[in-house]
Nanobody
Framework: QLQLVESGGGLVQPGGSLRLSCAAS????????IGWFRQAPGKEREGVSC????????NYADSVKGRFTISRDNAKNTVYLQMNSLKPEDTAVYYC??????????????????WGRGTQVSVSS
C-alpha cells in the first residue's frame, strides 16, 4: 500500500516561510496526482493545493494563491509545498494525499485514496 510521509512543519512567525515535503516509499509517485490539505482544530479539512501526475497542472485555494507553490521532483519521488508570507490563519495540520485516477488533481479530500499522517504548521509571534 502506498505510504506517504510529510515533513517540514514547525513554528514560524507571521510573514515567514516553510517548505513541506511529501515523500513516498516503495511506490512511484509519478503515477499519482498529489493534493495538500489542512485541518485546523474544530474546522473541516480543506484543500490547499494539488498537482497532477505530470506536474503540468496545479490548483490552489483562493486563500493561498500567490503565497504557496506546489511542485514535484519525480526523480526524488517527492512533492513540495513552498509556503511564503505565512499568516496565523495558516496554522493547521497539513496532510498530503494521493490518487491515481482521473485526468486532473481534485481539491476535495473525499476523492483521495492514500494519506499521510500530517505535519503541524504553527504561525505565531
Amino acid at each position: 500500500q502506498l505510504q506517504l510521509v510529510e515533513s517540514g512543519g514547525g513554528l514560524v512567525q507571521p510573514g515567514g516561510s516553510l517548505r513541506l515535503s511529501c515523500a513516498a516509499s516503495k511506490f512511484d509517485l509519478n503515477y499519482y496526482h498529489i493534493g495538500w490539505f489542512r485541518q485546523a482544530p474544530g474546522k473541516e479539512r480543506e484543500g490547499v493545493s494539488c498537482i497532477n501526475s505530470s506536474g503540468v497542472s496545479t490548483n490552489y485555494a483562493d486563500s493561498v494563491k500567490g503565497r504557496f507553490t506546489i511542485s514535484r521532483d519525480n526523480a526524488k519521488n517527492t512533492v513540495y509545498l513552498q509556503m511564503n508570507s505565512l499568516k496565523p490563519e495558516d496554522t493547521a495540520v497539513y496532510y498530503c494525499a494521493a490518487i491515481s485516477l482521473g485526468p486532473m488533481c481534485p481539491m476535495t479530500h473525499e476523492e483521495y485514496t492514500y494519506w499521510g499522517r500530517g505535519t503541524q504548521v504553527s504561525v505565531s509571534s
